[in-house]
């Protein structure tokens, strides 16, 4: 009776430890891309369902950065730094520097 028991936690634990490593390779990932030009900003933006990481990948220009607004958070971040977000909601990205025409983008991670 005691092994049957045993047997039958043994198979309920990898069951979980198997529903666990299936949530996180489900992880969401996805590149936002913007750019600004004579005509003004045209932000890209990404939804998010609850905190994620933002990473500025690229941003051209003299003195050129990610301008990023999320939930909990805005402001410049600068290329190859990261920052988090609160909550679910909308990530907007923007780009900053200087130039005719300028282009920037991110990677929002959950």
């Not at 969401?28 to 005509?39: C, G, P």
């Not at 990473?55 to 990610?66: F, M, P």
């Not at 300028?102 to 929002?108: E, G, R």
Request: proline letters at 4%; one cysteine or more; charged letters at 10%.
């Amino acid at each position: 009776m005691k092994k049957a028991i045993l047997i039958c936690a043994a198979i309920c634990l990898c069951a979980f430890i198997g529903r666990a490593e299936d949530k996180k390779a489900a992880a969401s990932v996805q590149i936002i891309k913007a750019t600004l030009d004579n005509s003004g900003q045209h932000p890209g933006t990404a939804a998010v369902q609850g905190p994620a990481t933002v990473t500025c990948l690229s941003a051209s220009g003299s003195g050129g950065t990610c301008f990023i607004v999320g939930p909990g958070y805005s402001g410049q971040v600068a290329p190859n730094k990261q920052i988090g977000t609160s909550g679910a909601g909308t990530v907007t990205l923007n780009c900053n520097g200087t130039g005719n025409y300028l282009t920037c983008s991110a990677k929002v991670a959950q």
